[in-house]
């Protein structure tokens, strides 16, 4: 019964963004862009929306761009988890 589960949630959705907050623990707050096309106009308007993803080892700084992957609900506001943090802010 346990598998059919696991199963259902083989393919969770990834996104990319960029970190914005990081002054909670172990979680970061995430902005989210994409692109989509205006309905009259025809010109790609950007779109953002920022989520709250867990980082576990408090990792992530301002400025990075991270993968990030749906999850189970963690708390109130938090259903997305760090995968990999794909660069890194300008400083050192």
Not at 25 to 45: A, N
Not at 60 to 66: K, L
Request: proline letters at 3%.
């Amino acid at each position: 019964m346990a598998e059919a589960g696991l199963e259902k949630a083989s393919n969770p959705r990834t996104v990319s963004g960029v970190v914005v907050s990081d002054s909670m623990d172990k979680t970061v707050t995430v902005r989210i862009e994409r692109r989509v096309k205006h309905p009259v106009y025809g010109k790609f308007v950007r779109k953002s929306s920022k989520v709250h993803a867990h980082d576990e080892e408090n990792s992530c700084q301002v400025g990075d761009t991270v993968t990030v992957v749906e999850c189970r609900p963690l708390s109130k506001t938090k259903t997305w988890m760090l995968k990999s943090i794909d660069e890194r802010a300008g400083g050192v």
